[in-house]
């Protein structure tokens, strides 16, 4: 039984029956959601928690965790959980902060996976991106390299899609944006993509991803490399308003 589904639905008065009519599904299904715990589709799952008020991950956390490559999860566990992220990206947006067009057209360009993994992989995606979203979201620091914009992931649309978005994202004051310049030339972040959390009481982590699996890192002196590393970095970009600029001049380049 999915008990938190359950009080979900009572406190804002919805039934199987009316729940299901609204998602467009059949009210068994909907049922079953609650009295045998099962799980509904990726589409349905996000209109289901837009009509009860509440993240995916609440409703079925261990969607987050069961679906992706096994290697993943448990960083998708320590993502949830941070009070802060610190990202690197130096070739693509940051994945909390991707649209759908963009994920989607990365997933097929970048491995060779069938479409329902370009699927699962997307929703994935979409899904972490909740944590941005929620009562209490970290704050999420983002630095990536100019390049980011300028690269035609998907196509024009797509691209200018992804660029609006960054600049509403920035909005938030949680969220801080960085970009590297062209200018720079070398600086350490060439080296490849990274991201720190802080775990509530001050735990610190890292994940680094390349082509076969990502790793969380834990031991302290590898931490303290990458800190020292993300501390350079950091150092090179632009602050955040001269970035949003930046993100708003390059968007009318993509029309």
Request: cysteine-free; overall charge negative; proline content about 6%.
């Amino acid at each position: 039984m999915n008990d938190v589904l359950r009080v979900a639905m009572v406190q804002v008065g919805e039934t199987a029956d009316s729940l299901a009519a609204k998602v467009g599904v059949d009210p068994k299904s909907a049922a079953r959601w609650v009295s045998r715990g099962s799980v509904p589709h990726p589409g349905t799952r996000a209109a289901v928690a837009q009509i009860l008020g509440r993240e995916v991950g609440e409703l079925w956390p261990e969607t987050l965790m069961r679906r992706g490559p096994i290697w993943f999860r448990p960083w998708v566990e320590n993502e949830r959980e941070a009070t802060s992220l610190r990202s690197f990206e130096m070739n693509i947006v940051p994945g909390l902060l991707q649209t759908r067009a963009y994920a989607t057209a990365l997933f097929r360009g970048g491995a060779l996976l069938t479409d329902d993994e370009v699927e699962e992989r997307v929703e994935l995606r979409l899904e972490r991106q909740a944590l941005l979203a929620g009562e209490n979201p970290p704050m999420f620091t983002a630095v990536f390299d100019e390049s980011v914009l300028r690269r035609p992931v998907g196509g024009r649309a797509v691209m200018r899609e992804q660029l609006l978005h960054l600049l509403a994202m920035a909005e938030s004051p949680r969220v801080r944006l960085h970009v590297v310049p062209w200018a720079v030339g070398a600086y350490p972040g060439l080296a490849g993509p990274l991201v720190l959390a802080t775990l509530p009481g001050g735990q610190g982590l890292s994940y680094l991803d390349d082509h076969l699996e990502g790793q969380v890192i834990e031991k302290a002196g590898d931490l303290e490399t990458l800190q020292r590393i993300w501390e350079s970095v950091r150092s090179e970009a632009l602050p955040h308003q001269q970035t949003v600029e930046l993100i708003r001049e390059v968007a009318e380049t993509w029309i």
